[in-house]
């Protein structure tokens, strides 16, 4: 007997500000007949191609406990769906994360990954995109 993930879920200090970002970010759509609202404290989101969800639950002390602990307990790892792993970053900026740290050509030319965080404080990584590692194995 197993289990499976039925979702990830985001403790944070406002759940529709979050869920929102993150959906522009990833490309999620909201769960049918559960629509996210501003005041919502809990706001799923939906990989519309993968099924995978996402669900941000307000809790007291989100933005405490990060400023507290500084570290994330848990992280996304993203790869790009289209395009590189500097174009994916740009974006990302551009919407409003933060550059938290660059790891780009750490392991020599073309390797590496940059960590960004979101509007919340919280990090995720943003890798090489699959065309960009099956390029570099060739």
């Not at 985001?10 to 759509?29: F, I, Q, T």
């Not at 919280?122 to 099956?134: A, I, K, M, T, Y």
Request: net charge negative.
């Amino acid at each position: 007997m197993t289990s499976v993930v039925s979702h990830t879920t985001v403790d944070c200090a406002n759940a529709y500000e979050l869920s929102e970002w993150w959906k522009s970010l990833l490309g999620y759509v909201d769960v049918d007949g559960d629509p996210n609202e501003p005041g919502h404290e809990e706001c799923m989101i939906l990989d519309p191609d993968t099924g995978h969800h996402i669900l941000f639950i307000e809790i007291p002390d989100a933005a405490e406990s990060k400023r507290i602990t500084g570290k994330n307990r848990l992280h996304f790892d993203l790869r790009p769906r289209d395009g590189s792993r500097d174009e994916e970053v740009e974006r990302l900026l551009g919407i409003g994360a933060t550059l938290y740290a660059d790891h780009r050509g750490i392991y020599g030319p073309g390797s590496g990954w940059v960590t960004l965080a979101d509007p919340e404080g919280n990090e995720f990584c943003v890798l090489r995109s699959q065309g960009e590692v099956d390029a570099q194995s060739s």
